[in-house]
């Protein structure tokens, strides 16, 4: 499986940004895909998942103001992101695995898949 991840950019503090994943393959449905996103100087953390099942977990520093959503005709996994905030910055990475239990959906390296990154700044 191959991910592209697009739709970084520098947008205003308040702001928003739709990010989008796309996945090579045929399973994609039975995957579980996830955002994470990596400050300079920082570990890479997670912040959001949807399962196959379209069950999603969310980090409490995003949660309502990000909504991850998936759309398997399309192979696409997106993260909408809302009232962006300045330490919201980080590249943003797109991951994905066909076999995470729940315990593991927020561990990084239970993924095998994994996009290119996309670089979300915001601006104060």
């Known amino acids: 499986v191959q991910l592209q991840a697009s739709g970084g950019g520098l947008v205003q503090a308040g702001g928003s940004l739709r990010l989008s994943c796309t996945a090579s393959?045929?399973?994609?449905?039975?995957?579980?895909m996830a955002w994470f996103r990596q400050a300079p100087g920082k570990e890479r953390e997670f912040v959001a998942a949807?399962?196959?099942?379209?069950?999603?977990h969310y980090a409490d520093s995003v949660k309502g103001r990000f909504t991850i959503t998936r759309d398997n005709a399309k192979n696409t996994v997106y993260l909408q992101m809302n009232n962006l905030k300045p330490e919201d910055a980080a590249v943003y990475y797109c991951?994905?695995?066909?076999?995470?239990?729940?315990?593991?959906?927020?561990?990084?390296?239970?993924?095998?898949?994994w996009g290119q990154g996309t670089l979300v700044t915001v601006s104060s």
């Open positions: 393959g045929r399973t994609f449905n039975r995957y579980t």
């Open positions: 991951a994905g695995d066909r076999e995470i239990i729940l315990s593991s959906l927020r561990l990084p390296y239970e993924y095998d898949y």
């Open positions: 949807i399962r196959w099942t379209s069950t999603t």
